[in-house]
């Protein structure tokens, strides 16, 4: 059962009734993130989520973690390109404790002088922690070709030089004009009651401003073009890749089977024909990044620097064969029951029921029922996924990024030879 009350401060709360468990999930959704940064702030978001379990004025950092600790309870909090969550996991009885720690932690953090430098290296090795991971490291650095300049193309953890040059007045300021309450959505997900989690949120999240500044989102500007970082690694790792649909598209399903079908898994195209059939590769998959006004189709892959152009290749052979030859019957249907079984098995999950009661709030002001959902995937066509891919797989629209061991030369031949009048910038 779901249920939407609105706090007076304009603080949106959701619920979903889940009688048989014993478990709550609660998430504190702002929408701000990285793509709301300015070039200079960027990772001041990432930086704040950090900030904010590391002590308010009623509770030091380590009083935090024992707290949740001390009922068997988890929370955590993460950062995207367009929201920002902190949640708390616990047994349903303690859904009291859960609310005041994060109100406590939104509305009483201290920003200590003291544990923002520390923080500040925690952050500098989780970003040396993902440029030393080439695997995680091409997506931020394909992020970085697609988009260009735009926010959109700034890593989420931020860079070096600006989360060294963050002050503390800096994210005061930013966390008060960013993180305001008509930018608030609460989502309750488990054993609860609705009308008990909004006496409790009101309590102490009626205390929430509104922030100070609108957020103005500009739709980046699509750029097709090839880079290359060399890096001594065992493979050449690369992200291939076009713009895809908005988080919002009504085409969505079939592109959730499309992707299925070309890289979404261990059956899919991609997969059977570079790793299972030619070996070429131990991981290869695509995926969909969906925003509010945009979005992406990638592949990513890691394979030897001999073959890499062979790699390639195979993944433009795929995108082309999707736009000249409709799937076939059989790939349809097997795509329908694993996007099916795969939302349904995520649901035995709170964490994943309470981002997605969220994220329907957010994207679509509406929650959407299972079942609506699953009736969405029944009526995707062959011919809808076929002109899906005609509109995406365009050649002149195609964006590549490769992190390696790359030999310029051999990689210049064989681009020419599998991608005409392409060469790496």
Known sequence: MYNKSVLDNGIRVLTETIPHYDSVCIGIWVITGSRDEKEAENGISHFIEHLLFKGTERRTAQEIARTIDSVGGSMNGFTGRETTCFYARVLNRHLDLAVDLLSDIFLHSTFDEQEIERERSVVLQEVRMVEDTPDDYIHDLFNRTFWGDHP????????????????????????????????????????????????????????????????????????????????????????????????????????????????????????????????????????????????????????????????????????????????????????????????????????NRMTRLAKNEIYFNRIFSVQEIIDQIDRVTVDQVNELANELFIPDHLCLTLLGPINQERLNRDLVQVWPARSPS
Do not use: W
Request: aromatic fraction near 8%; hydrophobic fraction near 35%; charged fraction near 25%.
């Open 152 to 351: 959109m193309g700034q890593p989420v953890l931020g860079g070096v030089e600006e989360i060294q040059s963050f002050s503390r007045d800096q994210i005061v300021r930013y966390f008060g004009e960013k993180y305001g309450s008509d930018r608030i959505i609460v989502a309750v997900v488990g054993n609860v009651e609705h009308g008990k989690a909004v006496e409790l949120l009101g309590r102490t999240f009626s205390a929430v401003r509104s922030g100070s500044t609108v957020i103005k989102r500009v739709m980046p500007q699509v750029l097709s073009k090839t880079s290359v970082l060399k890096r001594k690694t065992e493979q050449v790792h690369f992200c291939l890749g076009v713009k895809g649909l908005a988080y919002v598209s009504s085409k969505r399903f079939a592109s959730y089977v499309l992707n299925n079908v070309l890289g979404g898994g261990m059956s899919s195209r991609l997969f059977q024909e570079i790793r299972e059939k030619r070996g070429l590769a131990y991981s290869i998959f695509s995926y969909l990044p969906s925003y509010i006004d945009t979005g992406l189709v990638v592949v990513y892959a890691g394979t030897g620097k001999k073959t890499v152009g062979q790699t390639i290749e195979l993944v433009l052979k795929e995108f082309e064969t999707l736009r000249k030859s409709p799937i076939d019957p059989e790939e349809l249907a097997t795509s329908k029951e694993q996007l099916k079984g795969n939302l349904l098995l995520s649901l035995e999950s709170s964490d």
